[in-house]
C-alpha cells in the first residue's frame, strides 16, 4: 500500500502536537553546556536525549547533518539512527543537509535520503536551488514517488541571503522563481486542498521580504519551514506579519533555544511543549 503524501502525512502531524519542528544540532557549546564531552560518545548521549525527549510529542523532528558529519563516518551513523528511531516512533523527520547539484548527482542523494532503501532516509530533505530548480528533479519525483517530502531554500533566515534570493532575472526574483516552482510541483495537491511534497524555506527573519517580492506562498500550497525563531531572534510574534495569509502553512523550527534547557529529559520535552503552543496561539 502507498503511504499518505508528505503534505497530508505533515499537516495531520501539525494538528495533533502543533506547528513545531524542533531541531536536533549538537553544537559543541551544547554539549558542554550539557557536561557532555564533546567526542562521539557526547554527540550520541546528546542524539538519543533529544529522540527520547521529542519522539511522539511533536509535530517534525530536524536533525542538522553538519553536527553529525563532523564526527566522521561514525556521526553519520549516529545520525542514521536518529533517523531510524524517529521513524519506529512515527514522528516526522526533515533532515536539514541542504543538498543541491547537477541532475545525475541529484539522482544519487536522492536515492540516499529520499528512496525506500537509503540509508539516511528521512520524511523529508532540505535542498539547494542554486544549481537552478529543474535540476532538483531527481530529488522533487522520488519523493512524490515514496510519499517524502523536499525543502527548498527560498528566503533563508541569515543577513547574507536577499543578496542572491532578491536578485532579479527578468523582472522576477530568485526567490520568486523557487516559489513558481514549488507550486507548479504542488499544483495537484493544491487543486485537492493538501498541502504539497514541495516545501519551502523561509525564514522567520525576513521581514517584509515575502510581501515586497510578491512571492505567493498561499497559493503554492507549499509547506513553510521557518527556521530563525529564538537564537537568531524572531518570535513567533513575527509570523503573521511575515507570512500574511499563508500563515496557516507555516511549520516554524527551534533549535538552540529548545536544546539548550537540556540535559533534562522533562526540560526539553517541556521547553517543547511551551514552543509549540506559542506558536500554535500565534498562528
Ligand atoms: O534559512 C535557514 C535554513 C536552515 N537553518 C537551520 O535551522 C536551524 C536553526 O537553528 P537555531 O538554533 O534555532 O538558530 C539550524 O540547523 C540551521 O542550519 C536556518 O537557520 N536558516
Given at each position: ?79 542514521e539512527r536518529v533517523l531510524g528511531d ?86 522576477r526574483s530568485v526567490a520568486a522563481a ?106
Amino acid at each position: 500500500m502507498s503511504p499518505d503524501p508528505f503534505g497530508v502525512r505533515l499537516r495531520a502531524a501539525m494538528d495533533t502536537h502543533g506547528p513545531l519542528c524542533v531541531g536536533i544540532d549538537p553544537h559543541a557549546a551544547l554539549l558542554r553546556a550539557w557536561g557532555l564531552p564533546v567526542d562521539l560518545s557526547g554527540l550520541e548521549r546528546f542524539a538519543m536525549t533529544c529522540v527520547e525527549a521529542f519522539a511522539g510529542r511533536v509535530a517534525v523532528v530536524k536533525p542538522q547533518s553538519a553536527f553529525f558529519e563532523v564526527f566522521g563516518s561514525r556521526g553519520v551513523a549516529v545520525l542514521e539512527r536518529v533517523l531510524g528511531d524517529l521513524r519506529d516512533a512515527g514522528t516526522l523527520t526533515i533532515l536539514d543537509a541542504k543538498r543541491g547539484d547537477i541532475g545525475s548527482t541529484m539522482e544519487a542523494y536522492a536515492q540516499a535520503f529520499l528512496s525506500d532503501e537509503g540509508p539516511g532516509r528521512a520524511d523529508a530533505l532540505t535542498v539547494s536551488p542554486f544549481l537552478g530548480y529543474g535540476s532538483l528533479r531527481p530529488a522533487l519525483d522520488v519523493a512524490a514517488a515514496t510519499g517524502r517530502g523536499v525543502f527548498v531554500l527560498a528566503l533563508t533566515s541569515n543577513p547574507e541571503g536577499p543578496q542572491v534570493q532578491h536578485a532579479e532575472a527578468n523582472g522576477r526574483s530568485v526567490a520568486a522563481a523557487v516559489v513558481d516552482g514549488a507550486a507548479a510541483d504542488n499544483a495537484q495537491a493544491a487543486a485537492r486542498g493538501e498541502l504539497g511534497h514541495v516545501g519551502l524555506v523561509v525564514g522567520a527573519t525576513v521581514g517584509d521580504a515575502v510581501a515586497r517580492l510578491g512571492l505567493g506562498l498561499a497559493a503554492s500550497a507549499a509547506p513553510l519551514l521557518a527556521p530563525g525563531l529564538g537564537a537568531q531572534g524572531a518570535g513567533p510574534g513575527d509570523l503573521r506579519a511575515v507570512f500574511g495569509d499563508a500563515v496557516g502553512n507555516v511549520l516554524p523550527n527551534v533549535s538552540r533555544s529548545v536544546l539548550s534547557a537540556g540535559p533534562s529529559v522533562q526540560a526539553l520535552a517541556a521547553a517543547a511543549a511551551r514552543d509549540a503552543e506559542s506558536v500554535r496561539a500565534a498562528l
